[in-house]
Structures are given as C-alpha cells and as structure tokens.
C-alpha cells in the first residue's frame, strides 16, 4: 500500500509539473527544466507524467524527450523490482548496519 501511495504522490507532482510546464510556454515565461520532469518521472511519477504529456499534449513532438521518459519509466520498475526481492531487502539491511 505504501508502494502504491508514493506512486499516486509521484504521479501528482509530475502532473503538476507538466501542466505548469504547459502553461510557461504558452506563455513565454521560463521553463522547468527537463532534468527536472525526468527526475520525478524515475522517482515513481512515470504514470502521472505519461499521463499529463497526453492530457496537455506537451512535448509530444520532442521526440529525445519520449525516449528518455520511457526510459525513466523502465528503469523506475526495475529498480522497485529489484528492491522488493529478499536479496535486496537484505542487502540494504546489511549496508544500514554498517553505517
């Protein structure tokens, strides 16, 4: 559940992000930065971004842009996939003893 939480969180702030992404280029004002929209897509706001490049049709014509948003998406999932097999709960475990 809580997986589920902070992706919905994620997902609302991306949205957020693009749609007032939308609104500064509609209106010349300065941008956020792309580093920025993909950032919050890998840390889980994939969906929400996917989602409010469709509803606001914002760059969808950057095709560069396309790629590497999957490309968070993809790597997103892997890593969750990754962290929640008991290899990597127990190395994490380990690394938090040693600190």
């Known amino acids: 559940m809580l997986l589920i939480g ?6 609302l702030a991306a949205i957020i ?5 939308k609104l500064a280029a ?8 792309e580093s920025t929209l993909h950032l919050v897509a890998v ?8 989602l409010a490049r469709r509803w606001f049709r914002h760059k969808t014509r950057k095709q560069p842009f396309g790629m590497i948003l999957w490309s968070c998406a993809v790597l997103n999932v892997c ?3 990754w962290l929640v097999t008991s290899d990597a ?11």
């Open 26 to 33: 509609q209106q010349g004002r300065r941008r956020i930065p």
């Open 89 to 99: 709960a127990s190395g994490l475990r380990q690394l938090a003893n040693l600190g």
């Open 79 to 81: 890593l969750v996939a």
């Open 17 to 21: 992000l693009y749609r007032l992404d």
């Open 6 to 11: 902070l992706y919905l969180l994620a997902s």
């Open 43 to 50: 840390m889980g706001g994939w969906p929400g971004a996917l």
